[in-house]
């Protein structure tokens, strides 16, 4: 059985560029959450897919966005990156649609820098 | 809106000994309550989680306590040991499922 993966495991981006994470969740999960973790804080919830539809999204602008594909791997976007946009980005998977409800299983991140 | 804290925000303490790190929440209406590690710059790893009928949850080492009335849950580390250091984070659920958590309590365990 193959965990939750991220791709890539680091990024450096410039302000303004656009930007693009991957995860593959645990297989037979078909609900993926996204989170933001700035360094030295709690993860922070941006949003949720469950069948290919957002289902819950966090305090975070339209420039954050997702896709969710019929295999269950997700993607998410950052437009027009800010510095405050550095963080950890961290993905989890469940097997049922009630995300917070469940065990949540964690990819290893990725860490975008902002510059 | 639920509200989670995790107090202190670091512990140092030497090998062999107990010790409980604490989370409180805001809303006592918590469907569960979760405990995780998140080792240096890696995403986390589920410990427990306690339902909000139970009020433990106990996995080797690991005993977490749930207590709603007081919005508080504690994570018991018995005999701890130098590869028991990381980050340990606790988070629950909000009324729409996002799960909400606390900014960790970064523990080390000096040999």
Do not use: M
Request: charged share 15%; net charge neutral.
């Amino acid at each position: 059985e193959t965990g939750v993966t991220q791709s890539p495991t680091h990024l450096i981006k410039t302000r303004g560029q656009q930007v693009t994470l991957r995860c593959s969740s645990q297989s037979g999960h078909n609900t993926v959450s996204w989170y933001q973790q700035a360094l030295g804080q709690g993860p922070q919830f941006i949003f949720q897919y469950y069948r290919e539809e957002e289902n819950g999204r966090g305090n975070f602008p339209p420039r954050f966005s997702g896709l969710q594909f019929p295999n269950y791997s997700s993607e998410l976007n950052v437009n027009a990156l800010e510095l405050d946009d550095s963080a950890l980005y961290l993905c989890a998977s469940t097997p049922g649609g009630t995300g917070g409800l469940e065990t949540q299983y964690f990819g290893p991140g990725t860490r975008l820098l902002v510059l | 809106k639920q509200e989670v804290t995790q107090i202190p925000a670091a512990l140092s303490v030497p090998e062999g000994e107990n010790l409980v790190l604490n989370c409180s929440f805001t809303d006592s209406a918590i469907y569960n309550l979760q405990w995780f590690r998140q080792d240096p710059g890696k995403g986390l790893t589920s410990l427990l989680l306690i339902q909000s009928s139970q009020r433990e949850q106990t996995s080797g080492r690991l005993n977490a306590s749930l207590d709603k009335s007081s919005g508080r849950s504690t994570l018991y580390i018995a005999a701890s040991q130098p590869g028991d250091s990381a980050t340990y984070l606790c988070a629950a659920p909000d009324s729409s499922y996002k799960l909400i958590f606390g900014s960790g309590t970064r523990l080390l365990v000096r040999p």
